[in-house]
């Protein structure tokens, strides 16, 4: 497969330890349109497959289960061996797991609420840029707000596989400003995390 044919896909990190929730936060119920309520990673997994991108998770050690549920909805994973290591390490154990494609959106398990359409956006945009930031402007505030997911072209492969530690791929944001576009969205979900319960 060339590169102008390799697809841009979704990686999505769901290795944390949930320290802040006080449990597996992959676990925390999240209230449906329909009123239903269903896990927070299958909501968030819901999300991306609605968008139609490629997508791999990132799974930590011990994760088994999760892998098992992810192979009956045929959804690509991994576990990282040093997951409790920090998030850098998990984002390159995934970009280095899906070194065949063009494009890298960099997904938080802990952001269900981001719409379907806000990643084929962004994934549009990583067409003509390098880097690609949503960001929301709040009507009351008038500040604007950075997002995700944050994608990262073919370009960024060898920084994002070397990408280590809490920070994630932060330092390859503020190291290059001249690549970084801003994709302005209306889309509350890129900036709405759960850390807490009540956030649910």
């Given at each position: ?35 239903t309520q269903q896990p ?47 998030m850098g390490h998990s ?110």
């Amino acid at each position: 497969m060339s590169n102008t044919d390799a697809p841009i896909g979704v990686i999505l990190l769901a290795a944390g330890k949930s320290e802040r929730f006080g449990g597996d936060k992959r676990l925390a119920e999240i209230r449906q349109p329909q009123g239903t309520q269903q896990p927070m990673l299958l909501t968030t997994l819901q999300q991306i497959r609605a968008s139609g991108l490629p997508l791999f998770v990132v799974l930590r050690p011990g994760d088994q289960q999760w892998g098992d549920a992810l192979d009956k909805l045929s959804i690509d994973w991994g576990i990282c061996p040093e997951a409790a290591q920090g998030m850098g390490h998990s984002l390159a154990f995934g970009v280095h797991a899906t070194q065949h494609w063009n494009g890298w959106l960099i997904a938080l398990a802990d952001m269900p609420f981001i719409q379907p359409a806000t990643y084929q956006r962004v994934a549009a945009a990583l067409n003509q840029h390098k880097i690609v930031r949503p960001i929301l402007q709040r009507t009351d505030t008038g500040k604007t707000l950075n997002g995700h997911p944050v994608g990262f072209s073919r370009s960024y492969a060898c920084a994002l596989t070397q990408c280590q530690g809490d920070e994630g791929a932060r330092r390859l944001l503020t190291d290059n400003p001249q690549d970084v576009y801003l994709l302005p969205l209306t889309d509350k979900g890129i900036v709405q995390d759960i850390d807490r319960p009540q956030d649910c």
